[in-house]
DNA sequence: GTGGTCTAGACCACT
DNA sequence: GTGGTCTAGACCACC
């Protein structure tokens, strides 16, 4: 994904917090910290190379993000999503998703359009290979996209939380239901090509409506 | 609520970020750091008087929040709402607290609706003796109450998040809709008694699309 | 070439100058920057996004190895390799290379050599494959992995500027002796993993005789 | 070879940051600076009445050269050369000063010799005057100027560096091996007159080896 | 004793 | 020279 002719030093350098903040937020989603475990700044620190500060200010946004629970003078410990968390976050995509497929419907380029279909194609040829991580990742930039086409950043940022959250539940009980999603998408996708908001939004609220029902199934513990 | 002999002192000793983060805020919102204002650490730290790292540690919340934009290695700037940016706001709002009326309804105990109806006393008399900080201040109280009744803490985080930031707004543009506010919220609270969750969410989204429309009458600015 | 699980952040995350450093090595070596250009601090801090200062650290050592000149308060200068110039950095390998085969020879492990005959391997499948590129950075790898078995951090740092300069060099006469030297190549790593240091000296010396040789062919300007 | 008459002002102002190499070196060398000591920019700063920005153009070159060592985030500290360092750099002078005599013994003009010999008289007058820090200049500075009569800056630029670095470790040591050195000078010297590349390297090594035996023996602490 | 919290100080980069 | 960033170390509450 990287291009030849990287972006200036500059623009790429991020501060320590941050990658710490993104490989936090990756050990949990990924499991490497399972939910309830205590995450001891020393350990952290150990674990990423760098001093206390900068886990310090990683553990207050990702304590924001709703990744982990700090409990003053007591320390941070990962999150344990429960079904009813899951209840929760599903009602209130059914609320966004839509709202993002209506504006991305009303503001899309061709371009736009024809990126979102680049990524359906990929996830064929993804699906057909069986790599069913690509599959997934796939998946997630489908939705960042729409997001990010939505032109709503207050939007895209808070489902975008919620969104991780939902992959991370995913993960946790090692089910992914992407067999039969890819239907769905190429609906959403159309519904957004045609310009035609109203249509986006309710495409949109059936497939958050089937992946909350998916979701529901197969959660139900921690 | 609070009940006249505080709570134990372990659990109101909050740490110094958490004073900071809360004083930065309120600082922003009443205008004490105007927008685009650079925030240096060491100004606030002596602002607080406190040392620069748990300043450091509100501040990475506060960008996670929207008060303030942080440039690596440039410093944080407190943020310019403008008035796309109420756009974006009420566009999700408009989502989401429909959404918290209908949860809440469905969920309001007798306990629920009586604390709500005492709110709405205490604004009439407030407004009668013309304290409007006092009415806008019981205003957020009431949108906070409904959305703690909905017993969904991610929709009631993220509603509180932009309510905050729409009372920032406000502030800035030094409007408040207050005056002809409490009829539209004496029809919400007798909808969440009711229990009917449709009506519930009927009443808020008409309360929100006012609010809405008020809001970007008096907006239009950096 | 990535592990899975990426160094400890701390250790990877490079101050600025340092990767300007890397850049503008890169960017010399690649041509980008032709001997004889002007490299003004400014343009430079414009070209990799960064200010002034990281600019000029880099600057320094970049000049303390030999890709730059700078002269007192006139700037900085892309160095010019002439024929003479090839010709004494080869008077010297001549001498360093074998030392540093012998050295390796008396001290590889058989993981050392292991890991040196599967750059090999992959080096014959990039040749067959005719991926020019790959050929050159597993030749520069093969090198670099010698240097750094001797064990003596002096003669591998002192090698490596040496065998950069060599590179230059073969860039800018868009030269490369790739098609040959591989046969060279497997002998001098047999040597090395037979354990017999006069051996690989005298086969590190031929296989330097023959790229001095070739180097000279080709070079002769700027 | 310096006239009376100093250059240009122009060309003897050398930039703060040259200076401050130098001194720094210096200091470094004379132990003034002794190995392991913490080198805060702040207080080279003011050791030297200058900004800390010329300091740190300093410390990198410095870095490059192999005086200190710089951690990232931590700062820089003066290398600590062990015994194994000097065994590293006798391996690599071993190679090298053979190549250098050889080349200066091809290329010598009569008056490289005459200059050659001017030396070893001063050294004998030194010697009989019993000013041991003045022959150890002398030592030097023959060796120095057989390297720029070797014709081949990359050598004599590697070898002056290694040269620095074995002067301070016999600095460190507080021993000097100077008593018996200057019969091996002299047949160096008259090898280079002959013009004879063999015999001058012949003598260059016999000469590099008992220096490094004394090395060896004074040698063995960090 | 472990570990969260905060301060002091220094490196690093921008202006 | 100012200010962001990170590290080292001290304080102090909890187990």
Same mark, same amino acid.
């Given at each position: 994904?990287?291009?030849?002719? #990287?972006?200036?030093?500059?623009? !790429? ?5 941050? !990658? ?14 399972? #939910? ?84 359906? %194609? ?14 997934? %990742? ?6 960042? !996209? ?6 709503? #950043? ?16 995913? !993960? ?6 992407? #067999? ?17 908001? %109203? ?6 609220? %059936? ?16």
């Amino acid at each position: 994904m990287d291009t030849d002719q #990287p972006a200036k030093i500059g623009a !790429q350098h991020l501060p320590l917090r941050d !990658q710490v903040l993104a490989a936090l937020r990756k050990g949990i989603i990924s499991g490497d910290y399972p #939910p309830g475990e205590r995450l001891t700044e020393d350990r952290l620190a150990e674990d990423f190379g760098v001093s206390r500060n900068p886990v310090r200010e990683a553990l207050r946004v990702a304590e924001a993000e709703g990744f982990v629970v700090i409990l003053p003078r007591r320390g941070a410990v990962v999150a344990s999503p429960s079904s009813a968390t899951i209840h929760d976050i599903f009602a209130v995509r059914e609320r966004l998703e839509p709202l993002a497929a209506r504006l991305a419907a009303e503001r899309a380029t061709p371009g736009d359009v024809t990126s979102l279909r680049a990524v359906l %194609e990929q996830a064929r040829l993804a699906t057909e290979a069986q790599d069913l991580r690509r599959v997934g %990742e796939l998946n997630s930039a489908l939705h960042l !996209q729409i997001l990010g086409i939505s032109g709503n #950043p207050w939007l895209a940022s808070i489902a975008k939380a919620l969104y991780l959250h939902v992959q991370w539940v995913f !993960q946790m009980t090692a089910k992914v239901r992407a #067999p039969h999603s890819w239907d769905e998408h190429i609906k959403l996708v159309d519904a957004i090509g045609s310009g035609d908001g %109203e249509l986006a939004e309710t495409v949109a609220l %059936e497939h958050v409506g089937a992946a909350s029902a998916a979701a529901h199934e197969t959660a139900g513990r921690a």
